[in-house]
């Protein structure tokens, strides 16, 4: 009898545990963490942050960095990753209809005026004849690069109201110069090989360059704000929601104006 009366109380306090758990969300699927793939430098220091204001909303997220634009928005279809937060607009949207990826945005995070820079010269006017450009190679930020120099006066773009325009739409308007298209992440290492390289500024900054020493930089009212993706149908997802509300938080405005400085602006 002692027995069976014991085996009924661990029962019901086994049941008052559960019922317990299951009603303040620590279920073993919401303990998993939100995985999060972002780009190393500026994306990652800030999203750290994110990780660790989020954790006090009951939100785990796992940062998950990546060396090139390319991987994580291909973990994030594959669902290694449940979100990115690495790109722009313009960026996802031509992935999307290169690479048929379905994502949704959830929010904006941070704008990165791209910049100019030499390690030859010390202003456009000193360019020399036949002088090597280098921009980024992926078609958006290329586009972007090419619109920076127009605005500088170097050239004029045939498809003025194109945003997908590409060096094959440049006419040269200060001199014969060669553009040479360069992967992203490896633009600040060319350097010494160019004239001048249009670099991203979370490029720019892993490899100590200051942005506002360049010889160009972009208005930071551009339309590249950077954002933050899922996979669609997922935007509903509580611990997106939360993770959104905490990159939008004073805590985290605080940290990148404290931390940059105007190299990149809070985009919200």
């Known amino acids: 009898m002692m027995k069976q009366m014991a085996s009924v109380m661990l029962f019901s306090v086994g049941l008052l545990l559960t019922v317990a758990l299951t009603s303040n969300g620590c279920t ?12 190393s430098g500026p994306h990652a220091q800030i999203m750290e942050v994110v990780a660790a204001e989020a954790l006090k909303r009951g939100v785990r997220v796992k940062v ?9 928005n291909a973990a994030l279809a594959d669902g290694s990753l449940d979100a990115n937060s690495f790109q722009h607009l313009p960026y996802l949207e031509q992935q999307q209809k290169d690479r048929g990826y ?3 945005v959830v929010g904006t995070t941070v704008t990165f005026p791209i910049a100019a820079y030499s390690s030859r010269h010390s202003s456009l006017d000193a360019l020399p004849k ?3 450009l280098a921009i980024p190679n992926d078609p958006t930020n290329g586009a ?45 290492r060319a350097l010494g090989d160019v004239d001048l390289a249009i670099i991203n500024t979370n490029y720019a900054l892993e490899a100590g360059l200051d942005p506002f020493k360049g ?23 509580p611990d997106v929601k939360v993770l959104v509300e905490t990159y939008h938080s004073p ?4 940290f990148i104006e404290r931390t940059f400085k105007g190299a990149l602006v809070a985009s919200w």
């Open 28 to 39: 073993k699927e919401t303990e998993k963490p939100l995985r999060v793939g972002v780009t």
């Open 64 to 72: 998950v960095e990546f060396s090139d634009y390319v991987q994580p």
């Open 102 to 104: 379905r994502f949704d």
């Open 130 to 132: 036949g002088a090597v």
């Open 144 to 188: 972007r690069a090419l619109k920076l120099l127009e605005d500088a006066g170097l050239l004029r773009l045939r498809k003025v109201q194109d945003a997908n325009v590409t060096p094959l739409d440049v006419e040269w308007t200060r001199g014969e110069y060669q553009l040479r298209e360069l992967d992203a992440a490896q633009l600040a």
């Open 215 to 237: 010889l160009l930089r972009e208005s930071p009212r551009s339309p590249y704000a950077n954002i933050i993706a899922v996979r669609a149908g997922e935007a509903g997802r």
């Open 251 to 254: 805590e985290v405005r605080a």
